[in-house]
C-alpha cells in the first residue's frame, strides 16, 4: 500500500470517477490511476469501485465505508509534513485562505497587510468564491482557512467559530422618498421599490428573505450579485434600492449614495472562521486567525479543534 494508490482512489471520488481528471491532477496517465487502484483493491482484497467495462460508475458499499479512512491517512501524511516544516522554518511557507468577496474585500485586507508585514517569507494565497466553494476548498485541503457567513456550519467536517456580528444597510440614490421619513423605513415602505441585493446564498441573503416572507410580503428583486460594489453601482443608475453589508458602505467613497440603517428589519448576521477538522494549522496560521479575531488565540482554536476530535470518535 502507498499514498499514491491512496490519493488515485481519493481524486477518483471526489472528479466524479473520471480518470483522465484524475490523472490529470496526480501528474501521471489513466493507465497509471487504473493500475495503482487495481493494485490497492487486490491488497484489501475488495472491489472498492464499481465498473462498466473499464469505466468507474461509482463506489461500491465497502468503498463508501473505506473512503473516510483513506481521506484520514492522507490528511495525516499532510499534517506530518507541516509539522516538520513547522519546526524546521516556523516563518517560512504558505497560507492559503479562501474567502467571499466580501470579506475578501471589506473584512481582511488590513489583517493581510499587517500578516505580510509580520511574515514576510510566507507566500499567502487568497482565493475567492461563494460559501459553498469556501468550504469545499477546505474539504479538498486546497484552503487552510476559510471565511464567510452562510454555508460553513453546515459541514460536519469543518470546524467554525465565531469572527464578529454584522447587519445590513440600505442604499439609496439622492433625494429618494425613502430618505424623506423622519422614522427609520419599514419593510413595507422598502418593500414598495425594486430591490438590488446579494444572490442567494449570499452574505446574510437568507435573512433578507426570511425577514420579508414573515411580514408576508413578496419583495420585487429586480438585481442580485455576489458583489456588493455591483449592487451599489445599479442602485447609483437608478434600478432600485440597494440591501447591502454595512461593511460594504464607506461615506467617503460611495459619496454618491445615501445610507439608511437596515439592523431594525434584518436578523444579526455572523460571520465564521472555518478549518477542517484534524487539519495541523501552522504558528503563522494560528497568527493570522488572531489578528483577524484577537478574541481566536491559540489556546482558543486548539481546544475548538480538540473539541471536535472527541465529537467525531
Request: hydrophobic share 45%.
Amino acid at each position: 500500500m502507498n499514498f499514491q494508490q491512496l490519493r488515485s482512489v481519493r481524486e477518483a471520488a471526489r472528479r466524479g470517477f473520471n480518470l483522465t481528471e484524475v490523472a490529470a491532477m496526480l501528474h501521471t496517465s489513466q493507465p497509471g490511476v487504473s493500475r495503482q487502484i487495481r493494485e490497492l483493491e487486490e491488497e484489501l482484497g475488495v472491489d472498492i469501485f464499481v465498473r462498466a467495462g473499464k469505466r468507474l460508475t461509482g463506489m461500491t458499499p465497502p468503498g463508501q465505508a473505506l473512503l473516510p479512512i483513506v481521506e484520514r491517512l492522507l490528511l495525516e501524511a499532510d499534517n506530518l509534513k507541516r509539522a516538520g516544516s513547522d519546526f524546521c522554518a516556523s516563518e517560512e511557507g504558505r497560507l492559503s485562505i479562501a474567502a467571499t468577496h466580501s470579506q475578501a474585500r471589506y473584512a481582511l485586507p488590513q489583517v493581510v497587510r499587517d500578516f505580510r508585514v509580520l511574515f514576510p517569507k510566507v507566500g499567502l494565497h487568497l482565493h475567492q468564491g461563494s460559501p459553498r466553494q469556501v468550504a469545499e476548498m477546505l474539504l479538498s485541503g486546497e484552503a487552510d482557512i476559510g471565511v464567510a457567513t452562510e454555508a460553513l456550519a453546515g459541514y460536519d467536517a469543518l470546524v467554525t467559530l465565531p469572527c464578529y456580528r454584522w447587519t445590513h444597510s440600505i442604499v439609496v440614490p439622492p433625494g429618494h422618498p425613502l430618505l424623506e421619513g423622519a422614522e427609520p423605513p419599514t419593510l413595507e415602505q422598502l418593500a414598495r421599490y425594486p430591490i438590488i441585493t446579494y444572490e442567494l446564498g449570499y452574505t446574510g441573503r437568507a435573512h433578507i428573505d426570511a425577514a420579508f416572507a414573515r411580514a408576508g410580503l413578496a419583495p420585487d428583486i429586480v438585481l442580485s450579485a455576489m458583489d456588493a460594489d455591483v449592487i451599489k453601482t445599479y442602485v447609483e443608475l437608478g434600478m432600485g434600492v440597494g440591501i447591502v453589508a454595512s461593511i460594504a458602505v464607506d461615506a467617503e467613497r460611495d459619496r454618491h449614495l445615501r445610507l439608511l440603517d437596515a439592523g431594525h428589519l434584518f436578523e444579526v448576521n455572523l460571520t465564521r472562521l472555518g478549518l477542517r477538522r484534524g487539519a495541523w494549522l501552522r504558528g503563522y496560521a494560528y497568527r493570522f486567525i488572531e489578528s483577524f479575531v484577537p478574541t481566536l488565540t491559540r489556546e482558543v482554536v486548539d481546544r475548538a479543534l480538540a473539541s471536535a476530535a472527541v465529537v467525531a470518535r
